[in-house]
């Protein structure tokens, strides 16, 4: 093996914008050829990617899927800086084979998803990698989700730009896991019911509430029971169980779900959106 030195390393990361560690790799890969080193980084996305860094991918694809049995689910989300790109075919496809990917393999988190292969000899961090050098735009693996159920569906938006997975207490209930997603992307809960909201959140809504009711020149002693009023009332907005169902007739989600089955619930939900 061609012995790479430290000088020759901080050269093309000079020359390149990219990392010690990738332009240690190139320069191996290439023999130490530091032109052949450079087509290296540049195929692989990385020579104009870590000058891309400061750019934000805002757009991009977004991707639930299921397993056949509906007991695990996973969602992606792989972001791009133009609408132009996230419509494109391939694009789409590549998102669509990382959540395929994710779903066989169920990994415990992005990093773990970026690491396993993905094809043609590359692992999922090197194939998006490759997309930054070929489309020319910052692209990375934005968001990655999943859950396990009895039951679990899936919701996604036609645009691409929202998608929802859901895991019910009990199984044979397609119809309203399909309506439950659809309420999630419409109502974005942010968690099932008032005892998941996290703490900070909750802090967060109480000093808001004391706030308010201060600017409304509310006595300082009627503060934090004015507060914890106006937190039952996020409570009814924010989390999923307790909101009005969309599409019934004045009832929330849990009385829709226990009018189907008195102990059909929620478990959990992801949702991940643009």
């Known amino acids: ?3 790479i030195s430290v000088t020759d390393i901080q050269k093309l990361r000079e020359t390149s914008g990219a990392g010690m560690m990738d332009c240690k790799k190139a320069l191996e890969e290439a023999g130490g050829d530091f032109e052949g080193a450079q087509d290296w980084l540049r195929k692989k996305g990385i020579a104009k ?3 891309r860094e400061d750019r934000e991918a805002k757009e991009g694809v977004v991707i639930a899927v ?6 695990r689910g996973v969602v992606v989300a792989l972001n791009c800086e133009t609408d132009f790109v996230a419509r494109n075919d391939n694009f789409i496809g590549i998102t669509a084979k990382i959540a395929d990917i994710a779903l066989n393999n ?22 998006v990698g490759e997309q930054n050098g070929i489309i020319g735009e910052k692209i990375e693996l934005g968001r990655y989700e999943r859950i ?38 419409a109502m974005s809960p942010v968690s099932v019911g008032k005892d998941d909201v996290d703490q900070k959140m909750i802090e967060k809504e109480i000093e ?47 009385q829709y779900l226990r009018g189907l089955n008195k102990d059909l619930t929620v478990t959990a939900f992801k949702h991940v959106a643009l």
């Open 1 to 3: 093996m061609v012995k």
């Open 49 to 51: 990617a870590a000058k």
């Open 148 to 185: 396990e159920g009895a039951q679990v569906l899936t919701y996604n938006h036609s645009n691409n730009k929202r998608s929802v997975l859901v895991a019910l207490s009990m199984t044979g209930q397609d119809e309203a896991g399909r309506n439950v997603a659809m309420q999630i992307a």
């Open 106 to 127: 169920f990994p415990d988190s992005l990093e773990a998803l970026l690491d396993l292969p993905f094809e043609g000899g590359v692992n999922i961090r090197e194939k």
């Open 66 to 71: 299921a397993n056949a049995d509906q007991t």
């Open 208 to 254: 808001i509430g004391k706030e308010l009711a201060r600017n409304e020149g509310k006595p300082e002693d009627m503060l934090e029971k004015i507060a914890l009023g106006r937190l039952n009332k996020f409570f009814q907005d924010s989390t999923l169980l307790s909101q009005k169902y969309v599409r019934g007739a004045g009832e929330t989600v849990d």
